[in-house]
């Protein structure tokens, strides 16, 4: 067990806004709520998933919705600690630690933050090692294992608990709150046992993150390329180098769904790149051709240098770790 820095959240954040791939929300937001959670109440504590026993109860904080609505409505505040209560009351066994459900934006963040207010550890590890789009995409359902009861409040006090008969019908009602909450939810569910958790989820996802963030904060800070040094950590490769010329974004069913659209540059000038979102096939268009770059469980990054059309944004394609299968 290890407590937390602030410097160390900055990390985890910025690992993980490469392993999400632009999925799971905006990990600055996720960032700014640990923090501040760390600064009220103290540092979280980090564990290992050889820390908790085998009958621990590990729950999983996280938002649901579309990540536009999370920058106006920030539910990351009294929403997210009512969900957590709304499912102890529910459940038998008390719940002794947290758990991220994925490794992408603000959802790597939730536990960190939770973890502070009630004093629970967060173990290392995730339901994904990276961001998917659906709820049922995740490790558990792999094993048969349910995610449900879950906990979803807002932030005008209510509370809904759902018990479902598998993790996709949770998803779709899950999935429907969130728009009658305002596209966003805050949520925790899928009380686990320590020992599901051994066996089901991907180990040392934020400790991994976190590895990731520091060697951009040090490249940085050296003034080194940080995509050199995602590429290192990783052993990852660059697949497209360009610029984007095109962002398109809608809020659909409460989705956030579009395209960005790369012109190529340097070597892959002649080309471009078209990168769905939510990201399911990233494709690269040459000329009058068309090709796949690659499809999951591997990740593929577009890093970007700056905040406006037209910035530097090479593409990235990040092997997927030998653990990142159920045991």
């Not at 990731?212 to 660059?238: D, P, S």
């Not at 180098?241 to 892959?268: C, F, M, N, P, Y």
């Not at 690269?284 to 469980?297: S, T, V």
Request: aromatic share 6%.
């Amino acid at each position: 067990m290890r407590t937390l820095t602030a410097e160390d959240l900055h990390d985890i954040a910025a690992g993980s806004a490469v392993l999400g791939t632009g999925g799971g929300g905006d990990p600055y937001i996720g960032e700014l709520a640990a923090v501040r959670s760390l600064e009220q109440y103290g540092p979280p504590r980090l564990v290992g998933v050889d820390d908790i026993g085998d009958t621990d109860r590990v729950a999983i904080p996280f938002m649901i919705g579309s990540p536009v609505p999370l920058i106006e409505k920030f539910p990351l505040g009294k929403e997210l600690t009512d969900a957590y209560h709304g499912l102890n009351r529910f459940l038998s066994d008390p719940i002794t630690a947290v758990m991220p459900v994925e490794i992408g934006g603000v959802n790597s963040m939730v536990p960190l933050a939770l973890s502070s207010r009630l004093g629970k550890p967060v173990v290392d590890a995730d339901c994904m090692g990276r961001a998917f789009p659906e709820g049922q995409l995740v490790t558990l359902t792999l094993d048969g294992i349910g995610m449900s009861p879950v906990s979803l409040a807002d932030e005008r006090g209510n509370n809904v608990i759902l018990e479902t008969c598998d993790n996709f019908w949770l998803e779709r009602f899950g999935r429907s709150l969130a728009i009658d909450f305002g596209a966003i939810a805050a949520g925790v569910g899928a009380p686990i046992t320590g020992r599901q958790v051994r066996q089901s989820t991907v180990h040392g996802s934020l400790s991994y993150a976190e590895r990731i963030g520091r060697a951009i904060r040090e490249a940085r800070a050296a003034k080194q390329e940080g995509v050199a040094a995602i590429l290192r950590e990783t052993q990852g490769f660059e697949i497209f180098r360009g610029k984007i010329t095109d962002v398109q974004r809608r809020i659909e069913r409460g989705w956030t769904l579009g395209e960005a659209i790369l012109e190529g540059s340097d070597e892959s000038a002649g080309s471009r790149m078209v990168c769905a979102v939510p990201e399911r096939k990233p494709g690269c268009h040459p000329g009058w051709h068309h090709r796949r770059l690659g499809a999951g469980p591997d990740h593929h990054a577009r890093r970007r240098a700056g905040r406006r059309h037209y910035h530097r944004a090479p593409a990235l394609r990040l092997p997927r770790r030998g653990d990142w299968h159920p045991m």
